[in-house]
């Protein structure tokens, strides 16, 4: 593969999987079964603000991106449109889907999202332009106090559920399964969407997941 064609290959795994992102946390949302750590406190401060919660998934985003700066963090293309693009796709789903009733809709509608997130997170991963700038706080805390990304993943996701939760966020039985799943669904998508290197041309397409790659745009 060609350096031009590798290049515009990531740039459209990027795009698609940050609007994928985006669309199938909306439908964790409508299924109102539980969602991902950062969507609970999301969904906690739209219920307090009156805001959507793409709106303000976009000024979390944003704030969070703010404290990179003391952590000695380099966004990339992706982080910065991280911020943007997961927000509008997720308001823009949330107003094409209509609202869903009934276990025997909400429960497939739970499993697509956490599937589809699955899927996305793969895609802009392997895309390889930059992390979240939720997980770039969890690699730049790692970085600067010497701790695991497991643990400072852990002590940060918990925090933001706890938060989002008092403010009205929803929590269930599709937060669980996500949290048990997502780690496999990414790394399984990781390997389906890796860009094999321009250098030589190589047709393997998965040379192992990302360096310190985690799970949350």
Excluded: C, K
Excluded at 118 to 128: E, K, P
Aim: proline share 5%; net charge positive.
């Amino acid at each position: 593969m060609s350096t031009q064609s590798r290049l515009g290959r990531r740039l459209i795994q990027l795009y698609v999987g940050l609007a994928l992102y985006g669309a199938s946390s909306a439908l964790l949302v409508e299924a109102s079964l539980g969602l991902e750590p950062w969507n609970v406190l999301h969904q906690g401060l739209a219920e307090l603000t009156g805001l959507s919660i793409g709106v303000v998934s976009i000024i979390v985003g944003a704030a969070v991106l703010l404290l990179w700066i003391p952590l000695r963090q380099r966004p990339g293309l992706g982080t910065v449109s991280n911020v943007f693009v997961v927000g509008i796709a997720m308001d823009a789903t949330l107003a094409a889907v209509p609202e869903v009733h009934g276990f025997a809709v909400r429960i497939p509608l739970m499993l697509t999202g956490i599937l589809l997130n699955g899927v996305a997170t793969g895609l802009y991963i392997a895309a390889s332009f930059g992390p979240g700038p939720r997980d770039g706080l969890m690699t730049g805390l790692h970085r600067r106090t010497g701790r695991s990304i497991r643990l400072m993943r852990t002590a940060v996701e918990v925090a933001v559920v706890v938060t989002g939760f008092a403010l009205g966020g929803t929590i269930g039985v599709g937060t669980v399964l996500y949290a048990v799943s997502i780690g496999p669904l990414a790394q399984l998508f990781l390997r389906v969407f890796a860009v094999s290197p321009a250098s030589d041309g190589s047709t393997v397409v998965a040379a192992g997941q990302p360096r310190g790659a985690i799970l949350r745009p």
